[in-house]
């Protein structure tokens, strides 16, 4: 068998049983490459729980709400400034581009063509025909548009002047509601000087469009009423010909996309507030629970304090009670080599003449004397070897080296059973009590003697009453009133007896009881 089992082993230098194919191997080591190891995973997971915690950490979290307070003023005072920059730029190149094609428009069409015809000029929608010709004021007003509109690249500035009367060769668009509505308006009411209308959007571009009027002066009613393509010719001075209109599309406020970063901030300002806030809110709940806790803490200690105060009343009641009594009290630390003495009262030590600080710290063995009797220390030594109460008389020896009757009393107090830590002692001083038995059993063992004669006599004197009485019967002298007389001293020499044997009975039991209890404390004496 031992050998079949050294068989399986596999030699040191052995091919392993199976082989992996190289291109698993060559896969499985790629992946072991690719893959952080735990070790280099450990520390960035650290590190960034660390980093979490330094931020989520309320000083944290005050502090960059702090910060973010004091920089908003500068934050909002550098976006400002950059949008009103950017602004003023914007319309510096829209007023410098609006001024140089008016320049170049006026240069082109009105000075160079009055040059070229030396002065003498023809007023005509189609000036650019005709020499000399230069543009009527609704022409003018309608190639002014074209102006306004270049100088703005992304067409959000509208111009146009409309009519509802437009000459026959002119393209014209038709009227919209807003352009009717505004020429309506302009020619029922001669002191309204403008009609707009905002279209607001909350998504999208809104629109704002502006209408105000175009009145009729004496040389356009002279020039529109002779003019062949005027399709009106009763115009009046002070007639609406039309209106100039000016609609503004999605402003474009320029340098105002620098209220990303304003807004940027503003969000990061509340997310900072957010966590701030909640930050708080925990430390508030932890605070209201440490509150919580510390209430119910302190109405723990002061039940506790209540409790521990009756407890230290009863004690010190207690105390007084021990310390006042009659008899004396004495404690034994069991726990401690030898047991000795830790607490003795005032009685114990006028009975014994130990005062306290002479007694504490020892054995109260230090009580005994020659005449103490052996046996009942062993049997006091058994019951505090088993952790028993004891109860004796023996004679113990004062301070002074008399001799006194000692009634000891022992019980157990705490430890476990049959293991006490402490046992507390009563002393008794009944020196007094037996000496008073001796003497009673002194005075009552001399009265047997008498009483026992008495006894005698009271038998005799019953003997002799009866032959008395036999003696006068047989002589026929016994009257009536001498047998009565007779019969009751029968009756009470008899009680006589009687109650003379019951006392010395009572005499003889006194005296074994005495003898007992007597023995007991004498034959502690003895010991």
């Known amino acids: 068998m031992r050998g079949s089992i050294g068989s399986l082993r596999r030699q040191p230098n052995a091919p392993m049983p199976l082989d992996l194919p190289s291109g698993t ?3 499985r080591s790629a992946a072991r490459q690719a893959s952080p190891s735990p070790r280099a995973r450990g520390p960035l997971i650290g590190g960034l729980q660390q980093l979490w915690r330094w931020l989520t950490a309320p000083q944290t979290v005050l502090g960059l709400l702090l910060v973010c307070l004091l920089s908003l003023p500068l934050a909002m005072a550098s976006t400002f400034a950059s949008a009103a920059a950017s602004q003023m730029e914007m319309q510096a190149d829209e007023i410098s581009t609006l001024a140089t094609s008016i320049r170049s428009y006026y240069a082109d069409n009105v000075i160079a063509r009055l040059q070229a015809a030396d002065g003498k000029a023809v007023f005509s929608e189609n ?9 009527i004021p609704a022409t003018l007003s309608i190639e002014l548009g074209a102006l306004f509109d270049s100088a703005h690249n992304d067409g959000r500035i509208d111009y146009d002047f ?30 309204l000087n403008r009609f707009s209308r905002m279209n607001r959007r ?13 009145y009729m002066r004496k040389a356009c009613v002279t020039c529109h009423n002779s003019h062949p393509d005027s399709p009106k010719r009763d115009w009046k001075v002070g007639d609406v010909r039309g209106i100039q209109e000016v609609s503004v599309k999605g402003l474009e406020v320029k340098g105002f996309d620098k209220f990303s970063y304003l807004l940027g901030y503003v969000g990061l300002l509340g997310l900072v507030s957010v966590g701030a806030a909640a930050s708080f809110q925990r430390q508030a709940a932890d605070l209201e629970r440490s509150n919580r806790r510390l209430k119910e803490s302190n109405e723990r200690e002061t ?5 521990l105060r009756s407890q230290v009343s009863e004690l010190s009641l207690l105390g007084e009670v021990v310390e006042n009594a009659t008899f004396g009290v004495t404690i034994a630390d069991m726990r401690r080599e030898d047991a000795p003495l830790i607490y003795v009262n005032e009685a114990f030590s006028e009975i014994t003449g130990y005062p306290k600080e002479s007694a504490t710290g020892y054995n109260c063995r230090f009580l005994r004397g020659p005449e103490t009797d052996p046996a009942i220390v062993a049997e006091i030594r058994r019951a505090l070897r088993e952790g028993n109460p004891c109860n004796c008389v023996l004679l113990n020896y004062r301070m002074d080296g008399t001799t006194f009757w000692n009634r000891l009393t022992l019980y157990p107090v705490g430890g476990v059973p049959g293991r006490p830590d402490f046992y507390v002692g009563n002393q008794v001083d009944v020196t007094a009590l037996l000496e008073s038995e001796a003497r009673s059993h002194s005075a009552l063992a001399g009265m047997k003697d008498p009483l026992n004669e008495a006894m005698q006599a009271t038998r005799e004197a019953t003997a002799f009453s009866r032959q ?41 039991g006194f005296d074994a009881n005495s003898e007992a209890i007597f023995s007991s404390g004498n034959s502690a004496s003895d010991s």
């Open 468 to 508: 008395l009485f036999s003696k006068l019967s047989s002589r026929e002298l016994l009257t009536e009133d001498l047998r009565k007389f007779f019969e009751a001293e029968f009756a009470a020499l008899n009680k006589l007896e009687a109650h003379l044997g019951d006392t010395a009975n009572l005499l003889d």
């Open 303 to 307: 039940s506790m304090s209540d409790r």
């Open 162 to 191: 409309i009519s509802d009367y437009p000459f026959a060769k002119r393209a014209a668009r038709p009227l919209d509601s807003f352009e009717t509505d505004a020429i309506t308006a302009f020619r029922a009411d001669s002191k």
């Open 25 to 27: 191997e060559k896969r």
């Open 202 to 214: 909350w998504f999208g571009k809104s629109s704002y469009r502006l209408a105000t009027p175009v």
């Open 127 to 135: 000036y650019r025909q005709m020499h000399g010709g230069i543009p």
